[in-house]
């Protein structure tokens, strides 16, 4: 049997640090007197895994608290308007259109269709449940629901009544991980997990076409597009821009990547791509040249930064570990964090990862400090 190390110094660091990494989880604010980060977490000790903007509304779905509703009408000021905890909490992409949420809701609920139309009284209209697949993203073309199915690929639905929606026809392979979907025009982009880029003509969804890809044997995550250029968030790889104006024919034009973290998702808006890097925050580059992407700003959120989007000038930040944040964008070289008195601010940002680290540490110690008391109790065997 296992006992408690006499010595007392080791067992009460080992106490402290794994404390410590206890209130790294939680949030609480032990540390916020004096010397916390003041930077802004909208939601809290939340995990928000993914966030639409339409008009004057920001959605977010998030792991512990589901679909979240704000007001960002004013974006200095916004407010939590909604917030209904059984959808969304399993959710990894969302698309919302004239006020109804298509959420892609992992393994077990598929998409869930969703009236948000009036905050205060948000319900399910109808729900698309796959079989043995897991939902990682949506997007919209008209009347047609266009689903990143993981394993089963893409999958294609009509809308044009969304209280019974119509399976149309699926793409994919044995060897498919769909994650990301960008519809343009004829033609769905999708980020194929180790199959790097995969293009499909869809001007008739009943029956799908592949056209062509671009194989980089890594992880594509999310993805983008503008004009003939095609953005790739390769998760550990980092990002990758693809020529795509002759799909049969698909060429890498430049490439970025930081030393560490996963990048989850891209946007691009005037030459700027923004990358939710994941550990490494923020990263704003230049693509003016696209051969040579060139860095031009980072935020640390002090979590884990999953997804984006923009609204005018302000940038929201889905960050898995803090919830929603916000950045004023007008100048990309320098961003400014936005404050809001609304809403609960976080004071640990700056603190949870090494917390985290000190935690780790801790229950090293402590095992250690223990195989190694057991070690000495041992008995010697007895001598022949």
Same mark, same amino acid.
């Given at each position: ?49 993914? &966030? ?7 959605? $977010? $779905? ?29 959710? /990894?992409?969302?698309?919302? /259109? ?48 266009? &689903? ?9 639905? @009509?809308?044009?009544?969304?209280? %019974? ?15 990301? &979907? ?5 033609? #769905? ?10 293009? $499909? ?7 799908? *076409? ?8 890594? =992880? ?6 503008? +004009? ?12 990758? &821009?693809?020529?795509? =104006? ?11 990547? *930081? *030393? ?6 891209? !946007?691009?808006?005037?030459? $700027?791509?923004?990358?939710? %890097? ?18 031009? =700003? ?10 984006? #989007? ?25 961003? *400014?964090?936005?404050? +809001?008195?609304? !809403?609960?601010? @976080? ?23 223990? %195989? ?13």
């Amino acid at each position: 049997m296992f006992k408690y190390p006499k010595s007392k110094s080791k067992l009460y660091l080992s106490f402290v640090l794994l404390v410590l990494i206890f209130n790294s989880y939680i949030g609480l604010n032990w540390f916020s007197l004096g010397f916390g980060a003041n930077s802004v977490s909208l939601t809290q000790g939340t995990k928000s895994e993914a &966030i639409f903007i339409e008009g004057n509304r920001a959605y $977010v $779905v998030d792991q512990e608290k589901g679909t979240e509703i704000y007001d960002i009408s004013d974006p200095l000021n916004i407010s939590l308007i909604s917030q209904v905890s059984r959808w969304g909490n399993t959710s /990894k992409g969302l698309f919302v /259109k004239e006020g109804i949420g298509y959420i892609a809701d992992g393994w077990e609920h598929g998409v869930r269709i969703i009236n948000f139309t009036d905050s205060s009284y948000t319900y399910q209209i109808s729900q698309i449940q796959p079989k043995k697949c897991f939902i990682n993203d949506v997007d919209i073309q008209n009347n047609t629901l266009f &689903i990143a199915a993981g394993e089963s690929g893409l999958m294609i639905y @009509d809308i044009a009544d969304i209280t %019974y929606p119509r399976y149309l026809s699926s793409f994919g392979n044995e060897y498919n991980s769909t994650d990301g &979907i960008y519809i343009k025009n004829n033609f #769905a982009f999708l980020a194929d997990g180790k199959d790097g880029l995969e293009i $499909v003509n869809i001007s008739n969804p009943s029956a799908p *076409e592949f056209i062509g890809n671009y194989s980089i044997n890594t =992880e594509s995550y999310g993805i983008s597009g503008d +004009n003939n250029l095609i953005f790739l968030a390769d998760g550990t790889k980092g990002f990758k &821009i693809l020529n795509v =104006e002759d799909a049969t024919n698909i060429s890498m034009l430049g490439e970025y990547k *930081e *030393e560490f973290g996963t990048l989850w998702n891209v !946007i691009v808006q005037n030459d $700027v791509a923004f990358l939710a %890097y994941g550990l490494s925050g923020l990263i704003a580059v230049n693509l003016t040249n696209s051969k040579i992407p060139q860095k031009l =700003e980072s935020y640390y959120s002090g979590g884990n930064t999953v997804d984006l #989007a923009i609204s005018g000038k302000t940038l929201y930040l889905a960050d898995n570990w803090h919830g929603l944040k916000r950045l004023n964008i007008t100048n990309v070289s320098h961003f *400014e964090k936005i404050e +809001n008195s609304n !809403i609960i601010d @976080d004071q640990n940002d700056q603190f949870r990862a090494p917390f985290w680290l000190l935690g780790g540490l801790g229950i090293i110690v402590l095992f250690g400090s223990l %195989y190694i008391n057991q070690t000495k109790k041992r008995p010697l065997p007895e001598k022949l």
